[in-house]
């Protein structure tokens, strides 16, 4: 599965970390965030799974910093592509992207959402599953500046590696092996993921 080469890309030995670990850590949420087949959120558990159980100073700072920067680099490389594609007669493949990403109906919570709360609704759509697509077209359609959107989009992606980090912080706890902790890491991240959409279907057949 990708998430399991990815995850083995970020659990190099504690000798070779900082030279393997954490620039293959920057690059997979920076290609994540440009293109969400990667499941970023699962990788930063997993990496902090890693640095929980190392000798190393500053160890989760760093992951901490790694991915929210790369997040917020690779958030911020997509709306320039978007706005891009916005301004021009004949689109881009960015901006398709984006909007198959965004079916009408979430578009138009967004959009919603984003007119009531303004850049707030930046930081929730970075915490909920498949929230930041439609939110950032809500962004591009509202003809929101690349500055304005960074500004708000800043402290959404902190906020999202703080909380992926915990959930690896607590599975790195919970076991004496680091496998065993990014496997309940992994696993948790999945959940998270899975649970609102089960509950949508529940809802609407309720």
Known sequence: MTWLAATAAIVPPESTQRAIGYPS??????????????????????????AFHQTAPFA?????????????????????????GMGSKNGSRWLEAIRARAPEERLAQAQGKLAEHGVAVLVLSRLVPAGRIPVMLACLVAEWPLRRFARGNLPACLAWAATYQVIGILGGSLFPEPWQ????????????SVVPSVWKRVRSAG
């Open 181 to 192: 902790g990014v496997v309940a890491a992994v696993a948790l991240t999945v959940v998270i």
């Open 60 to 84: 989760l700072a760093l992951v901490f910093v790694t991915a929210s920067l790369a997040a917020f680099l690779g958030d911020a490389a997509l709306y320039w592509l978007g706005r891009r």
């Open 25 to 50: 850590l920057f690059l997979l949420v920076l290609f994540g965030a440009l293109v969400p087949v990667i499941p970023t959120g699962a990788l930063v558990s997993s990496a902090a799974v890693v």
